[in-house]
């Protein structure tokens, strides 16, 4: 069973950047879409992005187009969430996902990493 193990999360500043990444073990890497979600404190688990399957493409919620951009390195079996002009309500725990589905857009997803805590703070 494929397990996900994110880290790169922490403390930055407004305006900052992070890149926050995922290794996935077990299974073939290069057959799934990957998603990313975040969950603030007090509130719902949200779709953050996902990034299918080569040739790659990716999907992006609302309130982080233009800002986030999701790679992925099937060699590494790594994906990869480049966090920049961060804001304050960005704070959450970033999880990335696998096993994703959804009417149209993959924004939903049955397997998860642990999660990393990413912090927007001055």
């Known amino acids: 069973q494929a397990q996900l193990v994110e880290s790169g999360g922490g403390l930055v500043q407004p305006g900052g950047s992070l890149r926050l990444s995922c290794v996935v073990s077990?299974?073939?890497?290069?057959?799934?879409?990957l998603g990313w979600f975040r969950q603030a404190p007090g509130k719902e688990r949200e779709f953050v992005g996902y990034?299918?399957?080569?040739?790659?493409?990716?999907f992006y919620a609302d309130s982080v187009k233009d800002r986030f951009t999701i790679t992925r390195d099937n060699a590494k079996r790594t994906v990869y969430l480049q966090m920049t002009s961060l804001k304050p309500e960005d704070t959450a725990v970033y999880y990335c996902?696998?096993?994703?589905?959804?009417?149209?857009?993959?924004?939903?997803?049955?397997?998860w990493g642990q999660g990393t805590q990413v912090t927007v703070s001055s």
């Open positions: 990034i299918t399957t080569a040739p790659t493409s990716t």
């Open positions: 077990g299974g073939t890497f290069s057959n799934w879409p």
């Open positions: 996902a696998k096993d994703l589905y959804g009417g149209g857009h993959l924004t939903r997803a049955r397997s």
